[in-house]
């Protein structure tokens, strides 16, 4: 091994203990500030570090990193325009984002532990700190079923707690479709059910609703008889619930989300320009005489923030990730991503803030699967290199790599 390989190979090695800081210490660090300097420390600084190695350098001219770099650049382009000496601050956080993108994928690199393992680990550990949740919310605050269950540790707001776990459970479930489980079921039993009693007690229809469609589309995308079963069991469970406890599902209603897209619609019909940066404003919904921060929609928001090419850079971003991942469907990781990028879909479209945020749960559902496609995206460049090399010295490509 040279000594170029040995510094990369030293550098993914950091970045994966960062990854896994990245999906597992919100469950057990008391506060933002040490998550945050965790990941600066341990995904974002090897990250850098490595960009000035020209193999990892090779890796990152991808479609998804340059549709960012981008929108990254038309937000601060707006946030320059629109900021009237406000909101400069956040302009660091599409440079955060960047650095975040970057420490995964060389995360992803590392030899001995995959970025399917790092998942599954994080998936295992949300199962077990979910259960955690449940059991602490029925012993020290209210009984469960009375009141919405919030997670230990950072993630203690309600639906964003929800969309973290609900990615880690798809990214865990599909990715451990075709692993040996063996002698681990018990541990992954048990996580299966920390995770499905922590998102049922969340009570974040929202989820359930992103859930369904993620069985949906996976199941459409690999079809198979026990995916059909899988299908046909989920509506009548869905069927079961709402006929035992229909208050249980509709007792909130649509949650004003109607009316806050309409409003939301309305402001972004008056800025569709340019947007209004990060600025501050609000959705008043009349009925319930209270104004709302955003339309619970990042899709609307995005529009208010950051206007129409904005609003256009992110769905063309959005859709790059969903060409990637239903191209590569056939692999665990594909499959995994179309899931995610489904869930988080739909979740964003119920349930959305917006898109820049220090380190927080939406994370998930908003930069990983941008991060995964771009894992993605570098190992079909490595095998395109493996196959050239192949033809460049008289060999047969070896289609298996």
């Given at each position: ?346 979740a964003l479209l119920t349930d959305g803030i917006g898109l ?46």
């Open positions: 091994m040279t000594e170029k390989d040995s510094r990369f190979e030293f550098f993914a090695n950091w970045a994966l203990v960062g990854m896994l800081v990245f999906l597992c210490a919100p469950w057990v660090l008391p506060s933002n500030k040490l998550y945050h300097q965790g990941i600066i420390l341990l995904l974002w600084l090897p990250g850098l570090l490595a960009l000035g190695g020209a193999n990892f350098r090779r890796l990152l001219p991808q479609p998804e990193l340059i549709l960012f770099v981008l929108l990254g650049g038309w937000t601060l382009l707006v946030a320059i325009v629109q900021g009237q000496g406000q909101g400069l601050n956040d302009s660091k956080l599409p440079f955060y984002v960047l650095l975040t993108l970057l420490g995964i994928v060389l995360a992803a690199q590392q030899r001995n532990y995959s970025i399917e393992w790092q998942l599954r680990v994080a998936a295992l550990v949300a199962g077990g700190f979910g259960l955690v949740s449940v059991i602490h919310a029925d012993m020290f605050t209210v009984h469960i079923g009375d009141r919405r269950v919030v997670a230990v540790g950072l993630w203690d707001t309600i639906i964003m707690a929800a969309h973290a776990v609900g990615a880690l459970a798809v990214l865990g479930c599909l990715l451990s479709l075709r692993s040996k489980i063996g002698s681990r079921w018990p541990l992954y039993l048990l996580a299966m059910v920390g995770l499905v009693l922590f998102l049922f007690f969340g009570q974040t229809r929202g989820v359930w609703l992103a859930l369904l469609a993620t069985v949906v589309v996976c199941v459409l995308a690999r079809p198979s008889r026990s995916g059909l079963i899988v299908i046909g069991l989920g509506a009548l469970a869905s069927l079961a619930i709402l006929m035992a406890m229909p208050d249980y599902v509709t007792q909130r209603g649509l949650s004003y989300r109607p009316e806050l897209w309409r409003q939301g619609l309305a402001i972004f019909a008056e800025n569709w320009m340019f947007g209004i940066g990060f600025n501050d404003y609000s959705v008043f919904v009349e009925s319930l005489g209270t104004a709302f921060k955003h339309p619970h929609n990042i899709y609307i928001d995005t529009g208010i923030r950051w206007g129409v090419i904005g609003l256009g850079l992110f769905l063309a971003l959005w859709g790059c990730v969903a060409w990637r991942a239903w191209r590569n469907r056939r692999s665990s990781l594909g499959l995994a991503l179309l899931g995610l990028w489904t869930f988080s879909s739909v820049w945020f220090k380190p927080n749960a939406d994370w998930l559902i908003t930069w990983l699967p941008i991060a995964l496609s771009l894992v993605l995206a570098t190992r079909e460049c490595s095998r395109e290199c493996v196959e050239k090399d192949g033809v460049d010295e008289g060999r047969e490509p070896d289609r298996a790599a």
